[in-house]
DNA sequence: ACAATCCTTTTGATTAATCAAAAGTTTAAT
DNA sequence: ATTAAACTTTTGATTAATCAAAAGGATTGT
């Protein structure tokens, strides 16, 4: 049985590298997890020991299919806990990231089922993210952050790609919702700023929050 | 933040003496836990001085009342995690113990708070333990051992005071559930076993078993 | 080509939890 | 009252995960 410790670092180097195309470096790594890049080496070494990542030292650090099959099971178990706490629990979307970050690595397969089952077999969670399924399989869809919208673009939101409670409870009071049809009704890139309208009030961000906002043309 | 380790000293002490008279011995409690007697003196140690156990050297150790405190919410959590596992989700009764036994470390107050309004505030788990309050306060009913029972007594069972799957399994499949009526029809002390009637069939348990099936007069 | 800078890795220490086995207490039996 | 048995505690080691700080590569600028 795989630590938390070892399903967290696996998570998220495939958060960070979800095609395993490039090689994740040690310190962007050791930032994503909290720990000291000195930790993430050691622990990098022990991963590559046990054949679940490559590690090229100096360059980088890739998941092989073995660790790849074992981050998407532990994304997925994360992604179905937050549906279920905000849809059968009724939790706020802005407070049941840190709770399935717990949860993640202590739910049963078995309880994962019965919760998928209850969901009624859902393809995305509560910000969005798609969800594996018990294959490793993960649905794809095309979208664009809303950052690199123009003026007048009509777009509906997909993704909110920011887990942080603050920032999600401001998208919450603004409208910002999955499925939310939204106007772009001014960007100034000097301003470093996007205006847009939703729900017929004007709510302006800058652009690197608007960056993590994904949406797709309606 | 308590660890899960601490958490499961402070609960397996307050099950070994809920009420708080006696003294627990450290053998007991090791075993108890599958660890060695060594190991258990050193946590004994700690839990000391943290003051969430007082520890007579050689004789035993017993919660303080902060210690009972958070015992206490620990086992709440567990409880109603497993009703939760059994009436929402499904899960048969025989698995949920162990599955619980994980979750009661990581989830949240809020998730459980949400659990029980979707409970409707239950008062027992799925084997008839009693759910600590939220403010840490026990449901009390006068029980007694099935295997105490007379030749004739008509009971209905109200517990099940052994978490072992295949036990469970083997109550479920003899009509063993709680709330059911059951008539002694033979009990035999030198052949150590008690026969009852259940849904008209006959079933034989030692009376060890029975001992573990807590029952009250109809 | 040579530093300066920026990462990464190594080294040595620390903490929580555990075990095996030695040493120490208590209890019970003769 | 001594000794044996049973239990508890201590000791010394081990493992996983971490950190701080020293040492080692790689990259870039001049």
Known sequence: MLSSTVENYLKE???????????????ELA???SVTPGSAT??????????????RPHYGVKLTNEGRTLAVHVVRRHRIVELF?????GMDWSEVHDEAEQLEHVVS??????????????????????IPTPEGTLPVRSLQPLS??????????????????SFLKFAEDNGLLL?????????????DSITIISKGEEVVLGLA??????????
């Open 42 to 55: 050691s622990m990098i070494k022990t991963l590559a020991q046990a054949g679940l990542v490559e590690h």
């Open 148 to 165: 690199f919208c123009k003026l007048g673009d009509t777009v509906s939101i997909a993704r909110i790609g920011n887990q942080n409670t």
């Open 13 to 27: 180097l495939f958060l960070l590298n979800p095609d395993g195309e490039t090689q994740v470096a040690t310190g």
């Open 179 to 191: 499925g939310a049809t939204i106007k772009v009704a001014n960007k100034n890139e000097v301003a």
């Open 109 to 130: 397969d078995q309880v994962i089922s019965k919760m998928d089952d209850l969901l009624g077999h859902p393809t995305h969670d509560p910000h969005g993210d798609p």
């Open 85 to 89: 706490l905000v849809n059968i629990l």
């Open 209 to 218: 929050a608007a960056g993590r906002i994904e949406v797709e043309f309606a």
């Open 31 to 33: 930032k994503a997890l």
